[in-house]
């Protein structure tokens, strides 16, 4: 949905997103990985499995609730990307056991 | 727990300069926000990037100037309560890096600034829609650019703003679908006086709207009935012109009908609140310099009613040194404080302008049946309609049978709506149908997070940083 300028570029950082690497910036979130990623999906509402993706990207929707380092129900657009984090998408309600 | 004079919630224009004027009369502060850096949205990610323009630069310069001042800064804070103890003291309760902390302060400015408004249209839950602030984000903090087709579809400043931002790295939207009503400069006019006193600011929107123009961006005017169409993604846009009904294909749908206050830390702490009919939003209910029906609490920049950044700078200020006199110190201002109202209340004479321009439209307010009103909890238009028909008055009524507004963004997007549905439905006034209750947590906190705050031992806030 997203796409990075190759000249925007500056402090590389590598996450994982589903598995797939992403390279970004130092200061961007786990959220704008998602995008980078392509479909940006986040997760799946727990109410009816509707898929959703990032909306508001200032911490006040909600809707990047995703799987970040094993830890559920994290506002993805508010965690700093770090190397080698690991973004997953969240189905339903987050998992309170592993 | 460490304690402070002041505790400052944001650290957007309105919270720094705040903390700048109560560093400067001796007082301890700490300024707490969730970004990674100062700087509030409209400054997002400004260290770190290009300033390119005298908002920018000012913006910076402003972020420059906190960072050297001698408050404590605890970026990645989320605040989720804050208690009023004895004697007009406030304990803060936050999660920091994992870590949930309590702070004392004995004076609280909050500098939560605004958030876009909800724009329940149908399909607007589909991933590949976003609102246009969002995207800036991304194009702030990362030089991110929309793939694909990218439409636009709202009006105000900011989507004129971003559309700009886009053309100079060389991205243009597929087309911007104006969604002002008929009958703008009608609504607008009894306003111009104020309007011209902002020349520069309104000279600067029509810039924006010349060079879209001269890019050859398709600007489709007073378009309604916007619909975002797909199969578990968005895949088009529907919307009427006139009467005609298009539609376009698209990858991205941007939506933007202004921005709002961002009410909820104070409206859980009890401060009062009014519906502004012109805004179309609710407001706290501001005495001189932010003060509040809450002794010792004072708001401070858009959180206290959109005014923009500048605005929110120069009443960050009068709040930072009210406060300090209120604590019995010297406030001593750099720009004497009448020259900041003066400034601060001709800034404010733009507002009713682009309140009247910029006016929402009614199926914004109060959606078809069809429309998911609460994302969170997937309540619908027709649900909240039928609870109103089985009995349901008001929001906690209207949220205790449908669930709107029990979701984890705890009435953030879906409150204003809930608010001006329940009005539409029953023929009232918005401020008749009042406000959802917020309550503390305002962020999700869990069980052990709780449980941490009270151990003994070195867990404590002298360890946060």
Redesign the interface.
């Given at each position: 949905?997203?796409?990075?300028?190759p000249?925007?570029l500056s402090r590389p950082v590598t996450v994982f997103v589903q598995g797939r690497p992403v390279v970004?910036?130092e200061?961007?979130?786990a959220a704008?990985a998602a995008?980078?990623a392509g479909?940006?999906?986040t997760r799946s509402?727990p109410?009816?499995a509707?898929?959703?993706?990032?909306?508001?990207?200032?911490?006040?929707?909600?809707?990047c609730?995703m799987v970040i380092d094993g830890t559920p129900?994290r506002q993805a657009c508010?965690v700093?990307v770090r190397e080698g984090m690991q973004i997953e998408r969240q189905d339903g309600a987050g998992s309170i056991t592993s | 727990m460490k304690g402070f004079d002041v505790a400052i919630v944001g650290a957007g224009p309105a919270g720094m300069a705040a903390a700048i004027e109560v560093a400067e009369a001796g007082l301890s502060a700490v300024v707490l926000d969730?970004?990674?850096?100062p700087g509030g949205?409209v400054h997002r990610?400004i260290e770190?990037r290009q300033t390119t323009s005298d908002d920018d630069r000012d913006g910076a310069a402003l972020v420059r100037a906190f960072r050297k001042c001698s408050v404590e800064c605890w970026p990645?804070a989320?605040v989720w309560q804050v208690e009023r103890s004895a004697e007009n003291a406030f304990t803060v309760c936050l999660t920091r890096t994992g870590e949930t902390l309590q702070v004392n302060a004995r004076r609280l400015i909050i500098a939560t600034g605004a958030?876009?408004r909800p724009v329940p249209v149908p399909g607007w839950?589909l991933?590949?829609?976003?609102?246009v602030?969002?995207?800036q984000?991304?194009l702030k903090?990362?030089?991110?650019?929309?793939?694909?087709r990218m439409v636009i579809a709202g009006q105000g400043p900011l989507p004129l703003l971003y559309a700009t931002q886009l053309l100079k790295?060389?991205v243009k939207p597929a087309a911007f679908l104006e969604t002002t009503p008929p009958g703008a400069l009608g609504r607008a006019l009894p306003h111009l006086a104020g309007a011209l006193a902002n020349m520069s600011q309104l000279a600067k929107g029509l810039r924006f709207l010349a060079d879209i123009r001269a890019a050859r961006v398709p600007i489709i005017p007073r378009v309604d009935e916007v619909e975002a169409l797909g199969e578990?993604?968005l895949s088009s846009v529907r919307y009427r012109a006139g009467s005609r009904t298009m539609e376009m294909a698209a990858?991205?749908l941007l939506l933007h009908e202004g921005v709002v206050p961002?009410t909820h830390l104070a409206m859980s702490l009890g401060v009062s609140h009014a519906w502004d009919a012109a805004q179309l939003c609710w407001r706290p209910v501001l005495g001189e310099d932010g003060s509040t029906s809450v002794a010792g609490l004072r708001i401070a920049g858009d959180g206290g009613g959109i005014n923009g950044w500048r605005f929110a700078e120069m009443d960050g200020r009068l709040a930072g040194l009210a406060t300090v006199e209120g604590l019995g110190g010297q406030a001593v201002s750099a720009v004497p404080r009448e020259t900041l109202r003066k400034a601060r209340k001709r800034l404010a004479r733009l507002r009713p302008f682009l309140d009247a321009w910029y006016r929402p439209r009614q199926a914004l307010l109060a959606p078809a049946d069809e429309v998911i009103v609460c994302?969170?909890?997937?309540t619908t238009a027709a649900d909240v309609r039928a609870a109103i028909r089985q009995g349901c008055l008001g929001t906690t009524q209207v949220k205790t049978f449908t669930r709107c507004g029990m979701?984890?963004?705890q009435g953030?997007?879906c409150g204003l709506t809930l608010t001006t549905l329940i009005a539409d439905e029953r023929g009232i006034s918005p401020e008749e149908a009042g406000h959802l209750r917020i309550r503390p947590p305002l962020k999700?906190v869990t069980l052990g997070e709780l449980a941490s705050l009270s151990a003994p031992g070195p867990r404590n806030a002298d360890q946060a940083i």
């Open positions: 949905m997203f796409r990075k300028p000249e925007a970004l910036n200061g961007e979130s704008a995008l980078l479909s940006g999906a509402t109410v009816s509707a898929p959703r993706a990032s909306y508001c990207m200032m911490g006040v929707c909600f809707d609730l129900s508010l700093p | 969730e970004q990674v850096s949205q990610a770190a990645g989320s958030l876009e839950t991933p590949g829609v976003m609102t602030g969002a995207a984000i991304l903090t990362g030089g991110n650019v929309p793939a694909g790295a060389g578990g993604r990858d991205l961002h994302r969170c909890e997937e979701g984890p963004c953030r997007e999700p």
